[in-house]
Protein backbone atom coordinates (compact mmCIF):
# COMPACT_ATOMS: atom_id res chain seq x y z
CA UNK A 1 0.00 0.00 0.00
CA UNK A 2 1.51 3.82 -1.29
CA UNK A 3 -0.02 6.07 1.19
CA UNK A 4 1.59 9.94 2.26
CA UNK A 5 2.07 10.05 6.00
CA UNK A 6 2.10 13.69 7.13
CA UNK A 7 -0.19 14.11 10.00
CA UNK A 8 -0.71 15.29 13.41
CA UNK A 9 -2.54 12.91 15.52
CA UNK A 10 -0.80 11.02 18.41
CA UNK A 11 -1.56 6.94 18.42
CA UNK A 12 -0.13 4.55 20.47
CA UNK A 13 1.25 0.90 18.76
CA UNK A 14 0.16 -2.18 20.86
CA UNK A 15 3.76 -2.08 22.40
CA UNK A 16 3.13 1.36 23.79
CA UNK A 17 5.58 3.31 21.70
CA UNK A 18 3.71 6.44 20.12
CA UNK A 19 4.14 8.11 17.23
CA UNK A 20 2.60 11.06 14.96
CA UNK A 21 -0.20 10.61 12.43
CA UNK A 22 -1.58 14.08 11.14
CA UNK A 23 -5.35 14.28 10.24
CA UNK A 24 -4.98 17.43 7.26
CA UNK A 25 -5.91 20.83 8.40
CA UNK A 26 -6.86 21.75 5.00
CA UNK A 27 -8.92 19.62 4.34
CA UNK A 28 -10.37 21.31 1.58
CA UNK A 29 -7.40 22.13 0.01
CA UNK A 30 -6.38 18.49 -0.40
CA UNK A 31 -10.07 17.91 -1.69
CA UNK A 32 -10.55 20.12 -3.86
CA UNK A 33 -7.21 19.13 -5.53
CA UNK A 34 -8.08 15.28 -5.76
CA UNK A 35 -11.35 16.16 -7.30
CA UNK A 36 -9.71 18.15 -9.76
CA UNK A 37 -11.52 21.51 -8.50
CA UNK A 38 -8.31 22.77 -8.58
CA UNK A 39 -4.37 22.38 -9.25
CA UNK A 40 -1.58 22.08 -6.64
CA UNK A 41 1.92 21.91 -7.99
CA UNK A 42 4.32 19.75 -5.76
CA UNK A 43 2.22 17.03 -4.00
CA UNK A 44 3.19 13.75 -6.24
CA UNK A 45 1.02 11.89 -3.53
CA UNK A 46 -2.23 13.74 -4.36
CA UNK A 47 -1.73 11.96 -7.54
CA UNK A 48 -5.03 10.40 -9.30
CA UNK A 49 -5.37 9.11 -5.39
CA UNK A 50 -7.99 6.30 -4.13
CA UNK A 51 -10.14 7.90 -1.47
CA UNK A 52 -10.90 5.43 1.75
CA UNK A 53 -13.41 6.04 3.52
CA UNK A 54 -13.34 4.09 6.83
CA UNK A 55 -15.73 3.73 10.25
CA UNK A 56 -15.87 1.24 12.98
CA UNK A 57 -18.90 0.23 15.63
CA UNK A 58 -16.94 -0.75 19.18
CA UNK A 59 -14.16 0.94 18.05
CA UNK A 60 -13.05 1.76 21.69
CA UNK A 61 -13.14 -1.88 22.82
CA UNK A 62 -10.58 -2.20 19.87
CA UNK A 63 -8.67 0.57 20.78
CA UNK A 64 -8.38 -0.49 24.69
CA UNK A 65 -7.92 -3.98 24.14
CA UNK A 66 -5.33 -3.34 21.34
CA UNK A 67 -7.38 -5.22 19.08
CA UNK A 68 -10.28 -7.82 18.80
CA UNK A 69 -11.59 -10.00 21.96
CA UNK A 70 -12.53 -13.22 20.73
CA UNK A 71 -16.55 -13.88 21.09
CA UNK A 72 -16.90 -9.90 20.80
CA UNK A 73 -18.64 -8.35 18.12
CA UNK A 74 -17.52 -5.46 15.72
CA UNK A 75 -18.24 -3.89 12.59
CA UNK A 76 -15.84 -2.17 10.13
CA UNK A 77 -17.28 -0.31 7.03
CA UNK A 78 -14.70 0.82 4.28
CA UNK A 79 -16.18 2.86 1.06
CA UNK A 80 -13.76 3.21 -2.11
CA UNK A 81 -13.31 6.09 -4.91
CA UNK A 82 -10.73 5.75 -7.50
CA UNK A 83 -10.26 9.22 -8.12
CA UNK A 84 -9.15 8.25 -12.10
CA UNK A 85 -12.78 6.90 -12.58
CA UNK A 86 -13.72 10.76 -12.25
CA UNK A 87 -12.05 10.89 -15.77
CA UNK A 88 -13.04 7.90 -17.19
CA UNK A 89 -16.18 6.14 -15.92
CA UNK A 90 -19.69 7.05 -17.33
CA UNK A 91 -21.41 5.42 -14.54
CA UNK A 92 -21.62 7.38 -11.29
CA UNK A 93 -23.46 4.73 -9.63
CA UNK A 94 -20.83 2.24 -10.07
CA UNK A 95 -17.67 4.55 -8.97
CA UNK A 96 -17.73 3.67 -5.22
CA UNK A 97 -17.92 0.61 -3.66
CA UNK A 98 -18.82 0.24 -0.11
CA UNK A 99 -18.35 -2.94 1.92
CA UNK A 100 -19.44 -3.72 5.19
CA UNK A 101 -17.43 -6.58 7.60
CA UNK A 102 -19.02 -8.09 10.72
CA UNK A 103 -17.77 -10.31 13.16
CA UNK A 104 -19.06 -12.02 16.10
CA UNK A 105 -22.59 -13.60 17.47
CA UNK A 106 -24.97 -15.16 14.48
CA UNK A 107 -27.46 -12.59 16.28
CA UNK A 108 -25.05 -9.28 15.63
CA UNK A 109 -23.92 -10.29 11.88
CA UNK A 110 -27.54 -10.68 10.81
CA UNK A 111 -28.52 -7.26 12.22
CA UNK A 112 -25.65 -6.33 10.39
CA UNK A 113 -26.77 -7.76 7.08
CA UNK A 114 -29.99 -6.47 7.20
CA UNK A 115 -29.20 -3.03 8.12
CA UNK A 116 -26.34 -2.53 5.45
CA UNK A 117 -27.92 -0.47 2.04
CA UNK A 118 -24.60 -1.03 -0.07
CA UNK A 119 -25.20 -4.84 -1.19
CA UNK A 120 -24.27 -8.27 0.85
CA UNK A 121 -22.78 -7.35 4.49
CA UNK A 122 -19.62 -9.68 4.87
CA UNK A 123 -19.79 -11.88 8.16
CA UNK A 124 -15.55 -12.11 8.63
CA UNK A 125 -13.18 -14.17 11.47
CA UNK A 126 -10.78 -11.28 10.68
CA UNK A 127 -11.43 -7.88 10.07
CA UNK A 128 -7.97 -6.68 9.50
CA UNK A 129 -7.18 -8.81 6.65
CA UNK A 130 -10.66 -8.17 5.17
CA UNK A 131 -10.32 -4.39 5.60
CA UNK A 132 -6.80 -4.60 3.85
CA UNK A 133 -7.97 -6.63 1.13
CA UNK A 134 -9.99 -4.18 -0.19
CA UNK A 135 -7.89 -1.16 -0.37
CA UNK A 136 -5.56 -1.04 -3.41
CA UNK A 137 -1.77 -1.52 -3.15
CA UNK A 138 0.85 0.61 -4.66
CA UNK A 139 -1.71 3.38 -4.98
CA UNK A 140 -1.56 7.03 -3.43
CA UNK A 141 -4.59 6.56 -0.17
CA UNK A 142 -6.40 9.79 1.50
CA UNK A 143 -8.13 8.18 4.47
CA UNK A 144 -11.38 9.84 5.26
CA UNK A 145 -13.79 9.62 8.10
CA UNK A 146 -16.02 11.71 10.98
CA UNK A 147 -14.01 12.22 13.75
CA UNK A 148 -11.04 10.34 12.01
CA UNK A 149 -8.23 10.34 14.74
CA UNK A 150 -10.83 7.36 16.53
CA UNK A 151 -11.00 5.62 13.02
CA UNK A 152 -7.07 5.57 12.76
CA UNK A 153 -6.12 4.64 15.90
CA UNK A 154 -8.45 1.36 15.68
CA UNK A 155 -6.99 0.59 12.23
CA UNK A 156 -3.65 0.81 14.06
CA UNK A 157 -4.56 -1.50 17.26
CA UNK A 158 -5.67 -3.96 14.25
CA UNK A 159 -1.89 -3.78 12.83
CA UNK A 160 -1.94 -1.52 10.11
CA UNK A 161 1.60 -0.42 10.18
CA UNK A 162 1.02 3.20 8.99
CA UNK A 163 4.99 3.90 9.22
CA UNK A 164 5.93 1.75 6.51
CA UNK A 165 2.97 3.63 4.49
CA UNK A 166 2.45 6.79 2.83
CA UNK A 167 -0.58 8.18 3.17
CA UNK A 168 -3.14 11.47 3.27
CA UNK A 169 -5.69 11.75 6.10
CA UNK A 170 -8.90 14.27 6.18
CA UNK A 171 -11.30 14.56 8.64
CA UNK A 172 -14.78 15.34 7.53
CA UNK A 173 -15.59 16.12 10.89
CA UNK A 174 -12.87 19.23 10.62
CA UNK A 175 -13.77 19.97 6.79
CA UNK A 176 -17.50 20.48 8.15
CA UNK A 177 -15.84 23.01 9.97
CA UNK A 178 -14.03 24.44 7.83
CA UNK A 179 -16.48 24.78 5.48
CA UNK A 180 -19.16 26.41 7.16
CA UNK A 181 -15.90 28.56 8.42
CA UNK A 182 -16.84 27.77 12.11
CA UNK A 183 -14.87 26.13 14.91
CA UNK A 184 -17.90 25.93 17.37
CA UNK A 185 -19.34 22.88 14.46
CA UNK A 186 -20.10 19.63 16.67
CA UNK A 187 -23.01 17.89 14.83
CA UNK A 188 -22.59 14.54 14.27
CA UNK A 189 -22.93 12.78 10.75
CA UNK A 190 -26.82 12.74 10.76
CA UNK A 191 -26.76 16.47 11.24
CA UNK A 192 -24.08 17.27 8.76
CA UNK A 193 -26.16 14.68 6.01
CA UNK A 194 -29.50 16.50 7.06
CA UNK A 195 -27.78 20.04 6.26
CA UNK A 196 -26.33 18.78 2.96
CA UNK A 197 -29.77 17.34 2.08
CA UNK A 198 -28.51 14.07 1.50
CA UNK A 199 -30.81 11.35 2.02
CA UNK A 200 -29.39 8.72 4.29
CA UNK A 201 -30.78 6.19 6.81
CA UNK A 202 -29.82 2.99 9.06
CA UNK A 203 -26.73 4.85 10.31
CA UNK A 204 -24.19 3.01 13.27
CA UNK A 205 -23.56 0.65 10.31
CA UNK A 206 -20.41 0.71 9.69
CA UNK A 207 -20.90 0.33 5.69
CA UNK A 208 -23.65 2.77 5.54
CA UNK A 209 -21.48 5.27 7.52
CA UNK A 210 -18.05 5.03 5.66
CA UNK A 211 -20.36 5.73 2.38
CA UNK A 212 -22.39 8.59 3.66
CA UNK A 213 -19.10 9.93 4.96
CA UNK A 214 -17.78 9.65 1.98
CA UNK A 215 -20.85 11.36 0.07
CA UNK A 216 -21.12 13.87 2.36
CA UNK A 217 -17.25 14.65 1.81
CA UNK A 218 -18.26 15.57 -1.83
CA UNK A 219 -20.70 17.50 -1.03
CA UNK A 220 -19.18 19.38 1.58
CA UNK A 221 -15.78 20.20 -1.06
CA UNK A 222 -18.08 21.21 -3.55
CA UNK A 223 -20.01 23.70 -1.38
CA UNK A 224 -16.71 25.20 0.13
CA UNK A 225 -14.86 25.14 -3.45
CA UNK A 226 -17.93 27.36 -5.01
CA UNK A 227 -17.69 29.71 -1.98
CA UNK A 228 -14.41 30.71 -2.03
CA UNK A 229 -14.19 30.78 -6.01
CA UNK A 230 -17.23 32.23 -6.88
CA UNK A 231 -15.81 32.88 -10.51
CA UNK A 232 -14.40 29.34 -11.34
CA UNK A 233 -14.63 27.71 -14.25
CA UNK A 234 -15.11 23.85 -13.11
CA UNK A 235 -19.03 23.46 -13.69
CA UNK A 236 -18.61 20.11 -15.20
CA UNK A 237 -16.40 18.67 -13.16
CA UNK A 238 -18.64 19.91 -10.15
CA UNK A 239 -21.97 18.38 -11.77
CA UNK A 240 -19.77 15.24 -12.04
CA UNK A 241 -18.98 15.09 -8.24
CA UNK A 242 -22.66 16.17 -7.03
CA UNK A 243 -24.47 13.17 -9.10
CA UNK A 244 -21.51 10.88 -7.83
CA UNK A 245 -22.68 11.57 -4.40
CA UNK A 246 -26.56 11.77 -5.44
CA UNK A 247 -26.64 8.83 -7.32
CA UNK A 248 -24.50 6.97 -4.82
CA UNK A 249 -27.78 7.19 -2.47
CA UNK A 250 -29.99 4.17 -1.69
CA UNK A 251 -33.71 3.99 -3.19
CA UNK A 252 -34.47 3.54 0.72
CA UNK A 253 -32.27 5.88 2.16
CA UNK A 254 -34.15 8.03 -0.68
CA UNK A 255 -37.99 7.56 0.69
CA UNK A 256 -36.84 7.24 4.30
CA UNK A 257 -35.89 10.91 3.90
CA UNK A 258 -38.35 12.06 1.90
CA UNK A 259 -40.77 10.63 4.78
CA UNK A 260 -39.35 12.65 7.15
CA UNK A 261 -39.15 15.38 5.75
CA UNK A 262 -42.94 15.42 4.82
CA UNK A 263 -43.34 15.09 8.21
CA UNK A 264 -41.36 17.94 9.34
CA UNK A 265 -42.58 20.04 6.99
CA UNK A 266 -45.92 18.97 8.35
CA UNK A 267 -45.17 19.54 11.86
CA UNK A 268 -43.62 23.30 10.46
CA UNK A 269 -46.78 23.83 9.10
CA UNK A 270 -48.45 22.93 12.75
CA UNK A 271 -46.55 24.94 14.30
CA UNK A 272 -47.19 27.96 12.49
CA UNK A 273 -50.47 27.21 12.61
CA UNK A 274 -50.79 27.09 16.21
CA UNK A 275 -48.48 30.12 16.41
CA UNK A 276 -50.73 32.77 14.02
CA UNK A 277 -53.95 30.91 15.93
CA UNK A 278 -52.48 32.04 19.04
CA UNK A 279 -51.05 35.51 17.88
CA UNK A 280 -54.82 35.91 16.62
CA UNK A 281 -56.10 35.16 20.24
CA UNK A 282 -53.73 37.74 21.96
CA UNK A 283 -54.74 40.13 19.84
CA UNK A 284 -58.24 39.83 20.73
CA UNK A 285 -57.24 39.40 24.08
CA UNK A 286 -55.85 43.06 24.09
CA UNK A 287 -58.60 44.44 22.02
CA UNK A 288 -61.27 42.76 24.70
CA UNK A 289 -58.97 44.85 27.47
CA UNK A 290 -59.03 47.62 25.56
CA UNK A 291 -62.63 47.86 25.40
CA UNK A 292 -63.16 47.41 28.95
CA UNK A 293 -60.94 49.79 29.90
CA UNK A 294 -62.58 52.37 27.88
CA UNK A 295 -66.08 51.37 29.51
CA UNK A 296 -64.26 51.94 32.80
CA UNK A 297 -63.52 55.25 31.80
Known sequence: MHMTRKSTTTM????GSIYRIRVQNKGLWIMSHILDLRTISGYPTLSDPVIVSIDFENLIKIINNSGLLQGSNYEAGVAILDTKDLHHSP???AMISTFNFAMGSTAY???ASRRFLFGNSITTNNIFDSIRSCIPQDRNIVFIGYGLDRDLQAMQS??????????TAV?????AREVFRTRNWAGSLHDLLSILKCPHTNLHCAGNDASFTLQASLLLTVQGFINKHRDHQRQDNINVIR???INQTPNLAIATFEALQKQESKAKK???HLKTATSSLTEKQQQIRATREKNRV
Open 109 to 111: TAR
Open 12 to 15: ATGS
Open 243 to 245: QLA
Open 171 to 175: DIFKL
Open 270 to 272: KSQ
Open 91 to 93: NCS
Open 158 to 167: LGFDFLAADF
